[in-house]
């Protein structure tokens, strides 16, 4: 039962570098997200994507872009990475577009931009 | 703009005891709530959840309790166990908004 599967699952990034984190989940789910998680904001919303073919913007997306490459396939690029981005970062899935059942989330991948 | 909030950023309760973790909202929009438990090194799992229409939705140890009127919710863990020990997030979202709203988190400790 793999659920949510980020990669990678560490990284550390010099600023202005570039890197896409992948997320694949195999629960047919409609909707992905990508999280960030910094101490004392606790998670919040980057980008998601409601059906295969769209995204929107969340709370914070700038220095962000994703691709929906298919119904299980999530991507999140930093184009020219800056410290502020250090974070963990979480891809969730959902059954639902509209009323929120719960959302399952991978495992994180924690960032590190020197 | 924090529109869920939870300003206890740590509890700490003695095992067997109840355990009351907060959370209030600003948006009166919001009528899903839900509760996710995060332990270390892995992500946020789904714990319980209740719709607007209700006042209380238990399962097992755990109870959610929700007030409209003071846009304030609560997680009640009866008994508290060891295990339990982990971070606590509530979330919001509004019906078709798509958008989950988190607080920023409580560190719930269970003392032995």
């Known amino acids: 039962n793999a659920g949510v599967t980020q990669t990678p699952k560490f990284q550390v990034l010099k600023t202005g570098q570039s890197m896409t984190l992948q997320c694949a989940q195999d629960?047919?789910?409609?909707?992905m997200y990508w999280y960030r998680q910094d101490p004392g904001m606790g998670l919040r919303l980057i980008y998601y994507?409601?059906?295969?073919?769209?995204?929107d913007k969340g709370e914070v997306p700038n220095g962000y872009n994703v691709s929906r490459l298919n119904k299980r396939e999530f991507s999140l690029r930093l184009e020219s990475a800056a410290p502020s981005q250090t974070s963990v970062y979480f891809c969730?899935?959902?059954?639902?577009?509209?009323?929120?059942?719960?959302?399952?989330f991978g495992q994180g991948t924690r960032l590190t931009v020197v | 703009d924090q529109q869920v909030k939870q300003n206890s950023p740590s509890l700490s309760v003695q095992e067997g005891r109840i355990s009351i973790l907060n959370c209030d909202y600003t948006?009166?929009?919001?009528?899903?709530f839900l509760w996710y438990k995060k332990y270390p090194a892995e992500g946020p799992t789904f714990l319980i959840s209740?719709?607007?229409?209700?006042d209380k939705n238990e399962d097992g140890r755990f109870t959610v309790f929700l007030n409209k009127s003071a846009k304030h919710l609560s997680l009640h863990i009866v008994p508290s166990q060891p295990g339990d020990s982990a971070v606590y997030f509530c979330?919001?979202?509004?019906?078709?908004?798509?958008?989950?709203?988190f607080g920023q988190g409580t560190r719930l400790t269970i003392n032995p």
């Open positions: 969730a899935s959902s059954e639902r577009q509209g009323a929120w059942t719960e959302a399952f």
């Open positions: 629960m047919n789910h409609n909707s």
């Open positions: 994507s409601a059906s295969e073919g769209t995204t």
């Open positions: 948006n009166s929009m919001f009528d899903y």
């Open positions: 209740i719709s607007s229409i209700k």
């Open positions: 979330a919001a979202s509004a019906l078709g908004a798509q958008k989950l709203v």
